[in-house]
């Protein structure tokens, strides 16, 4: 049996929310497996929602840029030690520039970071130098891009900042294509974007999701279904039935429009396209919540409350 140490214990408790108890006794079941032991947990109702604000260690601001033709758009991550930098104004306005650099690089957030900001100098040097000005700690985490030929691409921000529409907590961004009337094309996109930040999906549709990621999700399924103890065929029902009820929660095109739940995002797009008399199509969506998948420096020695548990060493 492999040997179950505090720190694992620790890692799936935040992974799972569920007790440490449990999640040592899962752990040990799964011979040290994290995964197998996450499922686990989630056939036995143990499990609890991730915590991921609790987790975020980054702070900071999420900035969008969008074109003045309304066919291109970017999102940026700018992080920093404490919250209080984002109301900086030097350190929004850096948010603010970076972001307009990204509009016009088609790259990862290293060719961000390499690219030319408005004053000439690159926005890897405009970072240090805002470092060495206000004294924290500061990164350019993550950076998105959109472009159309022929659309749009608009976005949302949730928790915007007082007086800064265009920064805040979560952004979002979605590119469609059509040929329709780019009024009503740049007005689906934003109504979808406060969708995707309000329900964050996993993908655009149910081909884009990990085929691992269902397959684990089916296995969960059919070992709640089987302990129900009924025939192997109504168990296999309860499997695509709940498999059906998965990629309505988490497949974009799939889940109920969270301003008229009568209408999928599917059936939203569908209208919209009917209304302009041109097909319309969702080609990528993107959303950016600040800090997300960060570590957060806790208060406590967990560890040590964790290793205290009697067989944990």
Do not use: W
């Amino acid at each position: 049996m492999a040997d179950i140490t505090a720190s694992m214990v620790k890692d799936l408790r935040e992974m799972t929310g569920a007790g440490m108890m449990d999640c040592k006794k899962a752990l040990q079941e799964a011979n040290g497996d994290m995964d197998a032991a996450a499922d686990n947990l989630r056939v036995k109702g143990l499990a609890k929602a991730a915590k991921k604000a609790d987790r975020a260690a980054a702070e900071g601001v999420v900035a969008l840029a969008l074109s003045d033709d309304g066919r291109t758009g970017a999102a940026i991550e700018l992080n920093a030690e404490t919250d209080f930098v984002a109301r900086n104004d030097s350190f929004q306005g850096a948010a603010r520039q970076i972001a307009k650099v990204a509009l016009g690089v088609d790259g990862d957030v290293a060719a961000v970071r390499s690219a030319k900001a408005a004053d000439g100098q690159s926005v890897a040097d405009l970072v240090t130098g805002l470092v060495a000005t206000i004294g924290e700690n500061m990164m350019l985490r993550r950076s998105v891009r959109f472009s159309v030929a022929e659309g749009a691409v608009a976005g949302y921000v949730h928790g915007a900042l007082a007086g800064a529409p265009d920064l805040g907590r979560i952004g979002v961004l979605v590119a469609v294509e059509g040929a329709g009337d780019k009024a009503e094309l740049k007005e689906l996109a934003r109504n979808i974007a406060l969708h995707v930040a309000a329900t964050n999906p996993l993908s655009l549709s149910v081909d884009d999701l990990e085929p691992a990621a269902v397959e684990r999700e089916r296995n969960v399924f059919r070992e709640q279904a089987a302990a129900s103890g009924k025939p192997p065929g109504v168990v296999e029902k309860m499997i695509e039935g709940r498999i059906r009820k998965f990629y309505e929660e988490v497949v974009l095109l799939k889940q109920s429009y969270v301003k008229d739940p009568d209408r999928t995002i599917e059936q939203l797009v569908a209208d919209t396209a009917k209304a302009v008399g041109s097909p319309i199509k969702v080609v990528s969506f993107a959303r950016l919540a600040l800090g997300e998948g960060v570590e957060k420096p806790t208060s406590g020695d967990f560890a040590a409350e964790v290793a205290a548990m009697s067989g944990v060493s």
